[in-house]
């Protein structure tokens, strides 16, 4: 399993309740965590039982060494990582409103840190099963897939919004899992259903799925929609949600082989994404392979 893409130290902001304009509030607590979309993902795939690599780029200060650091702590391997010399790693400042469990992202990355798609080497490539990159990383991430498809690597991408270049990233992946909102905005339709429908008509992804948050997920394939309930869970912190729902996903899928039903993996991909948030920060509660099947035999 290959991940591509962002990395970050978040700074996380805990508030009983959303700060109006123009006003001061105590913070109910602070802490710095990894985080950031691909990184995140890589983690929970290793926890899953994976076999995981990451490429993306950090600069060369605490930020990069701490994030790289948390990576090899779950055994994932960032031979491949490009340190910018020079330059502050990716930072996001996280509020997290305690009452409801929802957060609000302000972000901060250095153009420099940018990944070119000379980063991303053929071999490492066509050398996993798996292809997973998000959105963020247009040129680098189309590079990468359209080399994926030519050796016959399967391909996941997380994409959040559209860009220049995001229709072409998007026929090169098999497995497309967006934004709530990026659907109605890549497309234009006015129903989630008929956005699903030209998604997967415009890109020829045989799978196309949309989270949902608290109401979980919907996908489209083979023509049919495949609407997966969320779990329910005590909500610490939303942070990072999507990020290990697409993992789950992935996991699924691998370990399963080619007979796991898309709607097997859509349960895994929300048992996950729930667990993830009983815990504060993008990484702390995400389950283990064990805990994970342990929670889903009990959900029968």
Known sequence: MLAIGENSIDLLAELDGHPAPDTKMALAGFSERP????????????????RTRYIGRVGDDDYGRRGLDSLVAEGIDVTGVVTVPGVTSRFAVILVDRTSGTRTVLWHRDPALRLAPADIPAAAVGAVRVLYVDGSEVPA???????????GTRTVVDIEQAQDGTDRLLRSIDVIIAAEAFPAELTGASSLGLALA???????????????????????????????PAFRVPVVDSTGAGDVFRAGFVAAWLHGGDTTEVEDALRWANAVAAL??????????TPTLTELRTFLDGRM
């Open 35 to 50: 985080g950031g979309q691909s990184a995140t993902a890589a983690v929970a795939m290793a926890r899953l039982g994976l």
């Open 276 to 285: 993830k948030c009983r815990g504060l920060g993008a990484r702390t509660a």
């Open 198 to 228: 030209r998604m997967q008509e415009a890109s020829g992804a045989p799978v196309v799925c949309v989270t949902l948050g608290e109401e979980g997920s919907l996908a489209r394939v083979g023509g049919r929609e495949i609407r997966t």
């Open 141 to 151: 991430a189309t590079a990468a897939a359209e080399e994926a498809r030519r050796c």
